[in-house]
Structures are given as C-alpha cells and as structure tokens.
C-alpha cells in the first residue's frame, strides 16, 4: 500500500478519534483523564491533535509530523499519535522509526486492528518476518473470519520456511472464502513441497472438477504426474487437453518434450512441428528448443537439417518478431553461411532496430567480409539509437581507415575512446588505431603519441608494438625503442614470421647486419619463402655483408612473389641497394 495511503487511511479511520460518538475518542478521553492533564493540558493537546490531521488532510506532512509530536509531549499515551507518526515516519524512509512508532500504537491500544495492520506490514516488508507472523496471529485472533490477515500470514510463515503452518493459514482462509483457483493452486505448490504428491493432485483435480475445460490445470496436473514418474497418467492426460483443445501449442510443446524424453523421437519430431507452426506457443518457448537443437545439430547433417525446417517454419509464423530471424541468423552464421546471416540479422534490425548484439554482429560480419561500404553505414546507423556506446564509433573508424578516409576515423576514433569505461582493452584498440590513422597522414608525432599510450593501457599488445616498432624502424627514429619493442614481440609471440622480419628489419637499420641477416633468415624460413617483403629485406641485409650475388638472387625471388618495393628492378638491374 502506498505510503501517504496509510497515512490519510488513519485520518479517515481513526484520525477523528476527537469526536465524542468515536470509540477511540472514549479511550482517548480515558487516557487523558487518567494521564491527569490539566483542564489547559487537555485543551492544548486537543488543539494540537485537530491541527495535525487538519496538516494530514491539505498534505502538508513536515507540519503534521510537528503537531504529532508536540502533542505526545503533552499526552504520552496517545496512541494515534504514534500510529499517525509510524506512517510519517514511513513516508519519509525512517523505517525502524516507523516500526517503533507503530510498535508504541498497538501497545497502547492491542485490540485495534489498524495499528497491528501497519505494524504487521512494516516488519513484513522490512524482512522483520518473525516480528510481522505475531503481529498477523494477533489480527486473526481479533477477527478470526477476516479472510484477508491469512494471506500476509501465509507469505511471512513461507519466508520462514514454515511451510506446514503457511498451509494452515490457507485452509483457514478457505473456510471463509470458500475454494478459490488462486487459493488452490498454491495449496498445490505447498503440498509438492511438503512431499504430498497424492493432496497436490487432489488439489487439482478439485479444480478440473469445478472447470473441466480449463486447460492451463489440465497441463500442470500432467506435468506433475511427469514429474512423480506417472508417464502413462501423463500422457493421458496430455491427450485429454487435446480432446478440449486439439490447436493447443502449448500442449503439442510438452507433448514433444514426453516423447523425446521416452524414446519416441519421430513423434516427438511430429509434436515439435506442430507446436513451432502454432501462434499461440510464445517466441522464447521455441527459442529454448533452438538452442538445445542447435547444440545438438553441431557437427550432426540430420539434426541440422532437422533444425533448419524448423526454422524455415518459425521465421514464417513468427515472421514480424525479431527472434525469430536472429536464432536463424546465429545457425547459419555457425555453419559458415556469413552472407546469408547477414540477410536474417538485417531482418531482425528492420523489425526492432534497438538490438545492440545484432548489431554488433552484423558490423563484425562486414568487418569480416570486407563489406566496409555497408559497414561505414550502418555503423552511422547504429550510432543513432547507440550514440554512447563505444563500440560503435569503433567500427565506424574502422570502416573509415580502410576506406583511406583518415581524418573521419580519426574523428569516430577520438570521439570514442572518451565513452570507454573499464575497458583498457578497448582504450589499447582506439590508440592503436588513432596511431594508424596519423601515421598514415604522416603525423609522426601524434602516431608515436597513441602508440605509446596503446601500450600503456595493454602492454602485451603485440600488434602495436610490432607496427609501432616497424613504422619507427622505416623512419630511423627511436630505433633503441623499436629494437625494445620488436624483441618483446617476439618473446611474447615467438616464430611468427612478420615479427621476426620486423625485428630483423630495425637490426637492419641499426646496422647490425650479422644479427639483422640471422633473423631474416628465420623470419624466411617460418614463412615458406612466400612473402616478397621478407625475401626483399633478406635480399637487403646480404647486399650489406657484401654477398652480391646472393642478394640480387632474393630480389629476383621478392620479385617473383608479387610483392616488392617500387626499388626492385632497379636494385637487380644495378646490383645495388636503393632505401
């Protein structure tokens, strides 16, 4: 119940207790004459009194709780008083206030209900479930045939784990009330936790009897009898909601979960069509059974082609929800089917476009694809309905560099590493593509600049540092750091032939050859004699330790490759070294 509800409740209940014909009005005047207020006493807590609930009624409750308490001062025993401040208390967020308050109330006056109601609620809602389970068993013993004090009884004592006398409490108020489908099913529950199985299935058979059609019992009273080993019972009964309803989705879902569960996989197979073609079985009711069969369908060619008529089935019926043609998307995506993923997620986005994942999936897919035309416009339309989330402004910066559009992934870049909270990993990916960025807009300073700052937020990054080392190694510049930086790659990631050609590469530049030569050579080796680089900067590093001959033969081999300098003919030609 609303907080300010109980309060203007007690004005409208007992906040007139100063009129004469009032009983609490009498009990009141007993307490005044037995506190022996003086005749001016009486008069000014009266006045007091009127005024606070006058505050009460034009909702002015910081004068009202000023009142209340000017008037205790005078009258101590003024149970109203403590009733009224326990629901100021309350509104104001000062619960062990409130509970006190109301505490006061029902030990000054124990036989009214209202004040054991607002003490019972408050320790009931403040976990105080002990404390609200007498409060309740006092208010059934002032009115044992108020049905309503059980219930609040009932959940206390459950909270309790006093499961047995939570059903007592539910008995007794069906005895007033009569059976209820409400009342019913939650004797139901409580008998199946009490180990009762044979009174839960009474309970709901007290139900079928009062409504033989109605279905949704029929269903728990079958999976009850599923789940205390009564299959055939079971099944009986299964077939027994279809006689009442032979469209019934749900059933058909429950009835494919019995026969797979027993063995019958082609009838099960023949129930879970049904159930995927029905409208009325929810969305998420079938994506449960997707995800079971698509991990199941991994690696299976008959479960999988079992689970793609399923969805062929789901995305029609369910045509206008999302799901549907995201779960299809994740299937396909899985089997290797990027192109035709796209197509279901990008159906999905048309229907709901507030999908962050699908999103997100649907700008990797591109990334993948090398899509980065259609990357760079749907990452501008995610950052419509996601203009804070990093992620984005990522993917659109990506889409931007490869696109040689620099200065708008610098742009995208920038503006996102500022939204990115505790992810240091992610702050790495945005310096190190910035340091890109500005490389390639020959802005050395500010490249170095997010490269550094890269590696402080992930120093194991071993992409920037071999990019970083290899820019810096094709300047000349800070070549001890490239050196640093090139080395700890290759601890970090040993044998990987663009690392050790990078390496080898700023040795070179160092001019120590002997050591540049050995790691060429690996870098060579690791990489099959493929990469026209490698085998142009080996080519290189011999032309240096004067084996002339051997280096123009690795400069026809770079050649050869495809992929080479702008230098090489010139280098074979002349039998010299061009930078």
Known sequence: MNQLIYILLAFILIGCSIRKNSAENSTEQNRLENNELSHSESQQF???????????????????????????????????????????????????????????????????????????????????????????????????????????????????????????????????????????????????????SDKAIQELENLIEKNPNDVAVW????????????????????????????????????????FRYHGNSKRAKEELRIAISSEDVPIDSKLQVMLRLFNESEGNFEKRKEAYDYLDIMSAVDSLDAKAHTVYGDFLYRDGRAKDALKKYRKAIQIDPDHFTIWNQIMLIEFEMQAFEDMLVDSKKALEIYPTQPEFYFFNGLANIQLKKYE??????????????????????????????????????????????????????????????????????????????????????????????????????????????????????????KDGTILEHYGDVLFKLQKIEEAVEYWEKAKNSGISSEQIDKKITDRQYYE
Request: charged share 25%; proline share 3%.
């Open 46 to 196: 009266r006045r007091l009194f009127h005024d606070a609930n006058s505050y009460l009624i034009t909702e002015d409750y910081e004068r009202a709780f000023t009142k209340f308490n000017e008037a205790i001062t005078i009258h101590p025993e003024c149970a109203a008083c403590y009733y009224q401040l326990s629901g100021l208390y309350d509104f104001q967020g000062r619960t062990s206030l409130a509970i006190s308050s109301a505490k006061k109330a029902s030990q000054l006056s124990p036989k009214n209900r209202w004040y054991l109601l607002q003490l019972a609620y408050l320790n009931q809602r403040s976990g105080i479930h002990e404390e609200a389970v007498k409060s309740f068993k006092q208010l059934v013993k002032l009115s044992p045939q108020s049905a309503e004090y059980y219930f609040p009884l009932a959940e206390s004592q459950l909270y309790l784990g006093r499961k047995k006398e939570a059903l007592q409490s539910f008995e007794q108020a069906e005895t007033i009330i009569g059976k209820t489908p409400e009342l019913t099913l939650q004797k139901h529950r409580l008998y199946l936790e009490l180990g009762q």
């Open 408 to 529: 708008e992934a610098i742009n995208s870049f920038s503006q996102g590493k500022e939204l990115v909270i505790d992810n240091d990993k992610l702050l790495s990916e945005f310096h190190q593509n910035l340091g890109q960025a500005n490389h390639e807009l020959d802005r050395n300073e500010d490249s170095d600049n997010h490269f550094e700052l890269a590696l402080t937020y992930d120093p194991t990054n071993v992409m920037v540092m071999n990019n970083y080392s290899y820019y810096l190694s094709l300047r000349k510049a800070k070549l001890d750091r490239a050196a640093e930086l090139s080395k700890r790659t290759n601890e970090l990631m040993p044998g990987t032939s663009a690392y050790m050609d990078t390496y080898g590469w700023v040795l070179f530049q160092q001019e120590n050859f002997q050591e540049a030569e050995l790691w060429l050579k690996k870098a060579m080796v690791a990489d099959g004699y």
């Open 219 to 258: 269903g728990i009273l079958a999976e009850l009898y599923e789940e205390i080993g009564q299959i055939d019972k079971a099944l009986e009964t299964y077939e027994k909601i279809l006689e009442i309803d032979p469209q019934n989705g749900l059933v058909h879902l429950s009835l494919y979960d019995y």
